[in-house]
């Protein structure tokens, strides 16, 4: 499986002109960004900081992997269930400037989770480093992980309907405005995805229907302002804009954010937050333990598609070769654990960017690693991250109602990859109990279920009862004595 497959320029490879490296380097970024700023946009995490993690992540995966792998990592969707539940654990510290207005916001419990994700497959590595990974498909076969992932993503569905109908803050301020910019979005995604004709109309069709969202928001927060002068129609908050280029406001911060390095500040990175980190009950540690647990297993297993995945265009086995999946987990988990000190959000391998490699055949890590120093830069330019700040809910709202359906998705693709049988009992009653649990919300509360001091998840208790029917119910043997 060694060495090169139909690829322009092999991972060790690097581009002949600077300029095409360039040029290959902003494709990655431009494949990524959209769902890496999707992350911060629905759960008020730091934009800005976002996108620095998610080169600093890459930046670790490719030192601790060698250099092996040109992998970009992002923010991960498959978190955002367990952050909505950590974000609302006890009383904490209400930031100045936090887009999420109303309720207090527990961002420490959100870092706190991802490093404990991180943990969690460091962990994971170093046993596979010396026990091999048999284990792990023992304890989380397909029939397990597929579902897990099916729930995770159809978990997400309210929050989708909520910021497409703009009612997450309140059923009141529901706007039929706010669905036709979502729908625009959407149709514009699905639209550039399938009729693309241009290989980079069909890599970034989450741009195209973003921006096609956002110019008709646009459009009709003109016509509030200038037109009917009416508040139903003002979708876009230019707050972010006003705030850096307003009258008397201009400064060195309008072009460069250095308010990342500024504590306590709404887009300051998340281990600066001094006033959060005072105010957090660590005796809730056990419950933000169990919000994200759970979903690191699934996301273990996602790992290994991935870069299964990847291995296949690339014609080399990722795995087990070089770097080996010790490295490579042990990247990911680094980066995640970083990426949660700096800005709450985990990381993960793209798809996006995989089909970049696949599509073009450029698969040179060196090109990888000038895509992540990119990210970083523009993590700096404060007029491009309060243009991405502008962007409404209700368009997010639009396209998650595709991504979060990827999520789900990715779970019915995975039992039909590894040919599960559902014309067997067990497999019916394994995925069935997951399902259900999940998706009906089935919650284990110990204390007083009012103010519970440990709570377990649907999710984490779907994949529990997922796991244990799996051990439970053995396969008959139905081999006829001779």
Not at 26 to 52: R, S
Not at 81 to 106: H, T
Not at 183 to 191: D, E, R, W
Not at 266 to 278: T, Y
């Amino acid at each position: 499986m060694e060495g090169r497959k139909n690829l322009v320029l092999d991972v060790e490879e690097v581009p002949s002109k600077k300029s095409h490296w360039l040029i290959f380097a902003i494709q990655h970024i431009l494949a990524m960004l959209v769902a890496c700023i999707t992350v911060p946009l629905l759960t008020g995490l730091p934009v800005a900081a976002t996108l620095v993690s998610a080169g600093i992540g890459t930046i670790c995966y490719l030192l601790i992997t060698k250099f092996k792998s040109p992998v970009f990592l992002s923010s991960s969707f498959a978190y955002l269930s367990p952050m909505f539940s950590a974000l609302a654990v006890g009383e904490i510290y209400k930031i100045a400037g936090d887009p999420l207005s109303g309720a207090s916001r527990n961002y420490f419990a959100v870092l706190l989770g991802m490093v404990i994700v991180g943990l969690i497959y460091v962990i994971i590595s170093i046993i596979i480093k010396f026990v091999g990974t048999k284990w792990i498909g023992k304890i989380l076969p397909p029939v397990v992980v597929g579902p897990v992932i099916m729930v995770i993503g159809l978990g997400l569905a309210g929050s989708a309907i909520n910021n497409l109908t703009n009612t997450a803050n309140s059923a009141a301020n529901y706007n039929l405005l706010h669905i036709l910019c979502g729908l625009v979005a959407l149709f514009g995604t699905a639209l550039a995805s399938h009729y693309g004709k241009g290989k980079m109309a069909s890599l970034i069709p989450f741009v195209i229907g973003m921006g096609a969202g956002y110019i008709v928001a646009t459009i009709i927060t003109l016509i509030g302002y200038y037109g009917f002068n009416s508040e139903y129609c003002l979708i876009i908050d230019y707050t972010p804009f006003i705030n850096i280029f307003g009258e008397g406001n201009f400064s060195v911060a309008s072009i460069f954010n250095y308010k990342m390095f500024v504590p306590n500040d709404a887009e300051s990175f998340m281990f600066l937050r001094f006033e959060e980190i005072k105010q957090f009950d660590w005796a809730s540690i056990g419950q933000v333990a169990l919000l994200f647990a759970p979903v690191a297993l699934v996301t273990v297993c996602e790992h290994i598609g991935d870069h299964e995945n990847l291995g296949n265009i690339l014609g080399r086995d990722l795995l087990n070769g070089e770097p080996g999946m010790s490295r490579t987990l042990a990247g990911d988990g680094v980066a995640t654990a970083l990426s949660g000190c700096l800005c709450g959000a985990a990381n993960t391998t793209y798809g996006e960017n995989v089909a970049v490699i696949g599509t073009t055949g450029i698969a040179s890590v060196k090109v990888v690693l000038l895509a992540a120093i990119l990210s970083i830069a523009v993590g700096f330019v404060t007029p491009f991250t309060a243009l991405l700040s502008t962007i409404p809910g209700c368009v997010t709202g639009g396209v998650s109602l595709v991504l979060y359906g990827f999520i789900a998705s990715s779970g019915v693709k995975m039992l039909i990859a590894e040919k599960v049988d559902f014309g067997k009992a067990k497999n019916i009653f394994v995925a069935s109990a997951i399902l259900v649990a999940g998706i009906g919300g089935l919650t284990l509360k110990f204390g007083d279920p009012t103010n519970p001091t440990i709570q377990i998840t649907s999710v984490a208790v779907a994949m529990i009862l997922g796991i244990v029917l799996n051990l439970t119910l053995r396969e008959k043997n139905t081999a006829k004595a001779e």
